[in-house]
């Protein structure tokens, strides 16, 4: 029971129930012309807040996307082979393959969503009274452009002692985000809700979300149908054969909203598949896939960003808009931090900088993203073992000898 209270959804969600219940209280409130003094002066803090928690968060935005794009790329590099390279291949193909599907599905469907945009009589929100501005250190298309060149040149050049500094920052910057952006989402998330609420749109707009999670989760289900078809048809083996063995893994994931917490029962999992999955491309491909495919939570983000820019903004992101989204969302996920809602803390600079969204739109995304990230990486979890089976169909096609291989990551 501890460790449910501990857990970030069960905060994101009490944050959620709270801001809504406090800022539904202080609509009713002023209404009633209820002591309008306290609610001015409620609301003034709570907005004033609000904007400094957004600005901190903002300011962490270039920090995570150096500190775990760069030092991805030199690990990555150290370790280069021609495996290596299919598998990052086919890990990013798998990748943007479900980021263009839940594109597809979201032009489709979203339109046919009862999405209100423009609610009448509507309250408007005291400007903050308090404004603490934190600036980033950079645009976060210069963190990112940064992360790529100094990531691949310490790479070309073998720069040991860069690559430790970038590896140390990396934990720096982990340390970073599990106490004090990760703590301080609950709490920024109740403030938006809490505004959402007393603004008079969210009795509207929540049953939305429900149902959008819903939808990805069947989004999840078709994705790994397609990822196992398309391994079985390319290695010559019954997909059900590893599919069969993933149930342990699966519900892992679920409990634990994490691919490594997840990775001891996913290898366990997978060798109990041989020999549709020789031994050694297990070793190799689980580890490695657990840091760098998260189909399934990449799937879940382009939906859900198109959802929220449709219930905030009025309008779903133009086709190629959404096209340099996902392509590069894809590069994104393969060095996103193995933490709770780790795809999308990493693509931060993505939401906003390509996409444009503001505090409020950031911090659903990460609402709604938490809420259903237990199931994401477990379509994240079970999807690995349909890329092993390219490996080891592609291993047999081209007679590579067995062997032990081990990847430490």
Known sequence: MKKLFNSLPFRLLVGVVLGILVGL???SAETSGTAPGIVGGALNLLVS???ICGQLINFCVPLIIIGFIAPSITKLGNNASKMLKIAIIIAYVSSIGAAFFAMLAGFGIIPHLSIVSDVEGLKALPEAVFQLSIPQIMPVMSALVFSV????????TKAETITNILEEFQKMILDVVVKVVIPLLPWFIALT????????TITKQLPVFIIVVLIVMVGHYIWLTLLYGVAGGYSGENPMNVVKNYGPAYLTAVGTMSSAA??????????????TLRDDMVNFGIPLFANIHLCGSVLTEVFFVMTVSKVL?????????MIIFCLLLGVFAIGAPGVPGGTVMASLGLITGVLGFDETGTALMLTVFALQDSFGTACNVTGDGALTMILSGYARKHNMREQNISVDL
Request: proline residues 4%.
């Open 313 to 321: 903004y009025g309008t779903i992101p133009s086709v190629g808009t």
């Open 193 to 200: 809700f809490c505004g959402l609420a007393y603004e008079g």
């Open 262 to 275: 997840t990775l001891a029962v996913a290898l366990n999992c997978a060798k109990k598949s041989e020999p």
């Open 149 to 156: 060149l100094v990531g691949l040149a310490a790479t070309w």
């Open 49 to 51: 807040v609000k904007y």
């Open 25 to 27: 209280l202080l609509n």
